[in-house]
């Protein structure tokens, strides 16, 4: 399991926002890490950008644009923490108590914190199943949409 510092706007160990396909393909490589890449493609949206996703399973999944790292997700075969000590696995009970800021979101079916993370629930166990970090442009999706973060 990977033990890595969670950290908001920033990335998660060695993995750092706005890094490149080609960085983090090196560094889960170097980690000898076993990864699967897809392409998704987004015709709605106001500019049709293709997203890629490279996955760890179980682990950790990559979110890119335009080849630039927008957002990190870590699941259940990650051990590592935000600063404030959230981490997957923990209870969504106290999870709130730890940022009492979190808010669910009914659209996104997730809870989210001002302080730039988002947490799944598990709805049966109550439980924290995914944590993600992303750059603060996914604040503003307008901002975010016109991919000038790029």
Not at 1 to 16: H, L, T
Request: proline share 3%.
């Amino acid at each position: 399991m990977i033990n890595w510092d969670i950290v908001p706007f920033k990335g998660v160990g060695k993995f750092k926002l706005y890094s490149s396909v080609e960085d983090v393909k090196k560094i889960l490589d170097d980690e000898k890490f076993s990864y699967s890449e897809e392409i998704q493609r987004h015709e709605t949206w106001t500019i049709p950008e293709p997203w890629i996703l490279i996955s760890v399973k179980d682990t950790i999944n990559f979110w890119f644009a335009k080849n630039k790292l927008f957002e990190i997700w870590v699941e259940e075969k990650f051990n590592g923490k935000l600063p404030n000590g959230i981490y997957v696995g923990m209870s969504m009970k106290e999870a709130c108590k730890i940022d009492s800021e979190l808010k669910f979101d009914d659209w996104e079916e997730n809870w989210e914190s001002s302080d730039g993370y988002w947490i799944e629930d598990e709805i049966d166990t109550k439980q924290v199943i995914k944590i993600a970090v992303f750059i603060k442009e996914v604040l503003d999706y307008d901002l975010f949409e016109k991919y000038e973060w790029c």
